[in-house]
């Protein structure tokens, strides 16, 4: 079968490097003589709707050119089709690639949307709405609302990591009711990670050990600590190093609930996504994306 190539290009991912990679992928395509349509995202609560509406059913390549936030939204998009999915990383933070290898640079990642091998991976599902990389409850959800809802001198990173050091200083952890499994727990966290990727957060490895096919929900709990403490110990969750603290518990789970509590903010792939209730649980190997090895 011909391929036919459907790229997602977001110009506000990452402080616009959208347009570049795109220039450089369509010259490839073309080199190839492959066939392809390019769809520019507006800004939209339904960005989903929007690309569904548009992709062309025989589409065998989606390529997604944005962060976490279009690959979420295409990722929604495409729920009739059967086609495989490719990345070029142009976000802020970039989570999902992180857990997968497409190559380091622009050029090795345009080989891989061509030659790349295909992999087979797993899918998480939130109240309906499927999610690559994970959930953040807590912490990292206050984070993503903070950034979205205050306005700042800095951006991009900078005003990513200004909230973090603000958060990091004055969060409050807070009581969760959750149902892991049927098994039935109550904790004070700080946050609550559960992902099918391994990072958040631009580089946060708060789940070292999750694999995208193994049908599991990998999920991070970190527990009440001090802001002097939170301090000492985020730098190891930049290797995933923070396993041996006390206060850190992992879990794995097929299904998950966790019980309503607006004072619990959350993110879905990055996006702002409000409180629980949250009914989560994983699709094995749901989704085809293609991977440089
Ligand atoms: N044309 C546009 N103008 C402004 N915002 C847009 C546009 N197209 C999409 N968006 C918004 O971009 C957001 C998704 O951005 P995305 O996650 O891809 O980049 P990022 O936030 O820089 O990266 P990451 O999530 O990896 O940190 C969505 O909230 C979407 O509404």
Redesign the pocket.
């Known amino acids: 079968m011909d391929r036919k190539f459907f790229i997602v290009a977001?110009?506000?991912?990452?402080e616009g490097k959208a347009q570049a990679a795109l220039m450089r992928l369509k010259k490839r395509l073309d080199q190839l003589d492959f066939y392809y349509a390019v769809f520019i995202?507006?800004?939209?609560e339904i960005?989903d709707e929007f690309i569904e509406e548009n992709l062309f059913t025989d589409t065998t390549d989606l390529v997604v050119i944005?962060?976490?936030?279009?690959i979420n939204a295409s990722l929604n998009a495409i729920r009739k089709y059967p086609m495989v999915m490719s990345f070029i990383p142009v976000?802020?933070?970039?989570?999902f690639v992180k857990t997968i290898d497409i190559g380091s640079d622009l050029d090795e990642q345009i080989e891989t949307i061509i030659h790349g091998r295909e992999r087979l991976i797993d899918v998480g599902i939130c109240n309906k709405r499927k999610f690559i990389n994970g959930i953040g409850i807590g912490f990292d959800g206050q984070m993503v609302y903070e950034n979205l809802h205050t306005k700042s001198i800095f951006s991009g990173h900078l005003k990513f990591y200004m909230h973090v050091l603000k958060i990091l200083w004055t969060y409050r952890s807070k009581y969760y009711v959750v149902n892991m499994d049927g098994q039935r727990l109550e904790m004070k966290l700080i946050l609550m990670a559960v992902q099918n990727g391994t990072t958040f957060g631009g580089g946060f490895k708060l789940n070292p050990d999750a694999k995208i096919d193994d049908g599991l929900l990998n999920i991070c709990t970190i527990g009440r600590m001090t802001s002097f403490r939170r301090f000492l110990n985020i730098g190891r969750l930049n290797f995933g190093k923070h396993g041996k603290l006390p206060e850190v518990n992992f879990f794995q789970a097929k299904e998950l609930r966790v019980e309503p509590n607006d004072m619990l903010l959350a993110h879905l792939d990055?996006?702002y996504i409000g409180s629980p209730p949250f009914n989560i649980s994983i699709s094995e190997k749901f989704l085809r994306i293609r991977v440089k090895s």
Request: negative net charge.
């Open positions: 977001n110009p506000y991912s990452g995202t507006p800004q939209s960005l944005g962060g976490d936030g279009t976000g802020t933070g970039n989570d990055g996006e």
